[in-house]
């Protein structure tokens, strides 16, 4: 079947602009997370949904960042007035309950 | 929180030969510690995980072992081949919770 897909596959945008990364989980997966990754770096916890529910937004990094899940299945995550700081791969993972995570192949986002 | 070291950052071994990664983390609640392999350009793939209440796992020429006393894990891979080169990365957290991974292991195998 289908794994989980992300959208747009890159970003390039301008410094303070707005942008959103989506997450299509795989079909009937409860869990959907969100991972930032440096390149050479192990991926970073951002925030997590179980259905639609926003579990944890620790990783956050800042009130710029929100994610929403409103139906439980597709994700977006949200950066606000984006800054050179914000450039990085975000990838996205879905699971069964307490199950295995399968990652997508992730947004390289690149801020002016 | 949970906080995973992982060691050594590169790690060159000749084809045939075994390859061992080692992980330590912080926090005692953490129940679950997958190993994912992430080859270049592509997406991070599970390759094998372990529950606390398991010590030692092992799936073909891959086993992990678990030290909860300790708090380490470790991988190994045995008859290692060109194509298990790649960057490996260990985790630690609660299934169906966040995971904290570690900073990786490049692998190469030479041939």
């Known amino acids: 079947g289908a794994g989980v897909s992300q959208s747009p596959r890159y970003k390039v945008t301008k410094r303070g602009q707005d942008v959103a990364l989506r997450c299509d989980p795989i079909s009937g997966h409860v869990s959907l997370y969100w991972y930032r990754q440096a390149l050479g770096q192990g991926p970073e916890f951002l925030t997590y949904?179980?259905?639609?529910?926003?579990?944890?937004k620790s990783g956050l990094p800042n009130d710029r960042f929100s994610a929403e899940r409103p139906e439980g299945s597709i994700s977006t995550l949200t950066i606000q007035r984006t800054e050179q700081r914000d450039s990085a791969m975000y990838r996205c993972a879905s699971s069964l309950t307490r199950s295995e995570q399968f990652f997508g192949p992730g947004t390289r986002l690149t801020v002016l | 929180g949970e906080n995973v070291e992982q060691h050594p950052s590169t790690l060159s071994v000749q084809e045939g030969d075994s390859a061992v990664i080692k992980c330590t983390y912080s926090d005692s609640a953490s129940n679950y510690f997958p190993w994912y392999k992430q080859e270049l350009g592509k997406r991070p793939q599970l390759i094998i995980d372990?529950?606390?209440?398991?010590g030692e796992k092992k799936d073909q020429r891959i086993a992990v072992t678990l030290n909860k006393t300790a708090k380490h894990f470790s991988l190994h891979i045995t008859e290692t081949q060109p194509e298990d080169s790649a960057v490996y990365f260990c985790?630690?957290?609660?299934?169906?919770?966040?995971?904290?991974f570690g900073g990786g292991t490049r692998v190469l195998v030479k041939p």
């Open positions: 985790a630690a957290g609660d299934a169906g919770n966040k995971l904290t």
């Open positions: 372990i529950r606390s209440n398991v």
């Open positions: 949904f179980n259905y639609e529910a926003q579990q944890d």
